[in-house]
C-alpha cells in the first residue's frame, strides 16, 4: 500500500499491514511530531517504548503522557497530536485498526 506523509519522523517500520490492520514502530527525534490529525474508520493505539511521550486529543485538549510500557488508544474520528515529553525523543509501537486506514489532517491554529 504506497502512503505519502505530510510530516517527517525519524524513522518508520512497518511490522505487519491487511487491508484493515497496521501495526509500526515510529521514533521521533527531538523537536519532531505526529501532527494534529484523526482517522476516519481506525483507532490508534500507542504502545510507549522509549520516552515519555505525550498524546493530545482535541475535544477538551487532553494531554495523556505516556511512559515505556504505558498504552493509549484514540478512537477513530477524534483528532490527535503526538510527540516526545519537553520536546525529546520518543519511540512507540501503534497498531491502527480495525478498518480502511487513512490520515485526515487538522489545522488547529
Given at each position: 500500500m504506497a502512503e505519502q506523509h505530510s510530516y517527517e519522523i525519524e524513522k518508520r517500520e512497518r511490522i505487519a499491514e491487511t487491508p484493515t490492520l497496521r501495526v509500526s514502530?515510529?521514533?521521533?527525534?527531538?523537536?519532531?511530531?505526529?501532527?494534529?490529525?484523526?482517522?476516519?474508520?481506525?483507532?490508534d493505539t500507542f504502545f510507549c517504548l522509549e520516552g515519555p511521550m505525550v498524546?493530545?486529543?482535541?475535544?477538551?485538549?487532553?494531554?495523556?503522557?505516556?511512559?515505556?510500557?504505558?498504552?493509549?488508544?484514540?478512537?477513530?474520528?477524534?483528532?490527535?497530536?503526538?510527540?516526545?515529553?519537553?520536546?525529546?525523543?520518543c519511540k512507540f509501537l501503534i497498531v491502527q485498526g480495525v478498518g480502511n486506514y487513512d490520515f485526515i489532517p487538522v489545522d488547529l491554529k
Open positions: 514502530v515510529l521514533t521521533l527525534a527531538p523537536g519532531q511530531c505526529v501532527p494534529w490529525h484523526y482517522h476516519n474508520e481506525v483507532t498524546v493530545e486529543t482535541q475535544g477538551g485538549r487532553s494531554k495523556t503522557e505516556l511512559a515505556p510500557g504505558d498504552t493509549y488508544a484514540v478512537p477513530q474520528r477524534k483528532a490527535h497530536y503526538v510527540r516526545g515529553k519537553d520536546g525529546g525523543r
